[in-house]
């Protein structure tokens, strides 16, 4: 399974983007799925999560309010809504899916079928 992320663009502080993200092989309904971004001179970091089910998400603090994770198993798909975007949000954003247990869905090297990533850019 490799992942495709897509939605990214340039976009004005306080603006929306929605970014998707489908896998190219099986379908992913088994997996909890995360999201990642990575923005330029800095680590990748953790984003959001959601459970296979979709009933548990789980966000970092920095978009906790703002973004929101959610998922469509029978359209193989996941996505991450993102408002009131702000420069620092500026990154690739990539999801993946995670094959550890709960208490390790936001480590990134529990996370695996990384796709290419999309950019999003904010100006200020």
């Known amino acids: 399974v490799q992942l495709q992320a897509s939605g990214g663009g340039l976009v004005q502080a306080g603006d929306s983007l929605r970014l998707s993200c489908t896998p190219s092989?099986?379908?992913?309904?088994?997996?909890?799925m995360g999201w990642f971004r990575q923005a330029p001179g800095k680590e990748r970091e953790f984003v959001a999560a959601?459970?296979?089910?979709?009933?548990?998400?789980y966000y970092a603090d920095s978009v906790k309010g703002r973004f929101t994770i959610a998922r469509d198993n029978a359209k193989n798909t996941v996505y991450l809504q993102m408002n009131s975007l702000r420069p620092d949000d500026t990154a690739i954003y990539y999801c993946?899916?995670?094959?550890?247990?709960?208490?390790?869905?936001?480590?990134?090297?529990?996370?695996?079928?990384w796709g290419q990533g999309t950019l999003v850019t904010v100006s200020s």
């Open positions: 993946a899916t995670h094959r550890g247990i709960l208490s390790t869905i936001r480590e990134e090297a529990l996370y695996d079928n």
């Open positions: 092989g099986r379908i992913f309904a088994n997996y909890d």
């Open positions: 959601i459970r296979r089910s979709g009933g548990y998400t």
